[in-house]
Antibody, heavy 123, light 108 residues
């Protein structure tokens, strides 16, 4: 079965760090464009970061310089390292797979989503 | 960044109704548009990609249309399981991806 399972969320104080994991099964993370998307309580969806199959990484301005996306091909797992956390980073964080054919440079919609992991930044 | 504006933000409808949600992009995005359905406490679910292509397994009562800046999602005959929040998303300006603010469909 093709699925994504996120872990690593929790309560963290402002200024702290947290690493989220997203374990994939049924497909290869490194063969796809993989993103993190977040949703603040009661709010809409916000794209956070993407890692291309070739390894290039990109970030939303709101997290640039504080968050780092990476992957471990041997574990077929995606990560999001979050540093200097702020109250406004409080959200459910989802990992998501782009359904495009990455090797052809095709981009597309997100067809597989994880169940989400909650990050709460509060003192 | 490309701004996506959905309307209405919420509305009430009855089972069996035909409903339409609109999404407008701040600049042309060709057909690089997706629609998602989200229920409370759940992850979004892909309904339509490339503006009008139905994702596998999605009921045919869902349809999408449009290109350029104006898009619509139509549910031809609203079912009880369709009460949810719907989001549009552009992927034209990859990697800078943006979502609409969402449209909540509630039971009348």
């Amino acid at each position: 079965e093709v699925q994504l399972v996120e872990t690593g969320g929790g309560l963290i104080q402002p200024g702290g760090s947290l690493r989220l994991s997203c374990a994939a099964s049924g497909f290869t993370v490194s063969s796809n464009y993989m993103s993190w998307v977040r949703q603040a309580p009661g709010k809409g969806l916000e794209w956070v970061s993407v890692i291309y199959s070739g390894g290039s990484t990109y970030y939303a301005d709101s997290v640039k310089g504080r968050f780092t996306i990476s992957r471990d091909n041997s574990k077929n797992t995606l990560y999001l390292q979050m540093n200097s956390l702020r109250a406004e980073d409080t959200a459910v964080y989802y990992c998501a797979r782009d359904r495009g054919i990455a090797v052809a440079g095709e981009v597309d919609a997100f067809d597989i989503w994880g169940q989400g992991t909650m990050v709460t930044v509060s003192s | 960044a490309i701004r996506m504006t959905q309307s209405p933000s919420s509305f009430s409808a009855s089972t069996g109704d035909r409903v339409t949600i609109t999404c407008r992009a701040s600049q042309g995005i060709s057909s690089y548009l997706a629609w998602y359905q989200q229920k409370p406490g759940k992850a979004p679910k892909l309904l339509i990609y490339a503006a009008s292509t139905l994702q596998s397994g999605v009921p045919s009562r869902f349809s999408g249309s449009g290109s350029g800046t104006d898009f619509t999602l139509t549910i031809s005959c609203l079912q009880s399981e369709d009460f949810a929040t719907y989001y549009c998303q552009q992927y034209y300006s990859y990697p800078s991806l943006t979502f609409g603010g969402g449209t909540k469909v509630e039971i009348k």
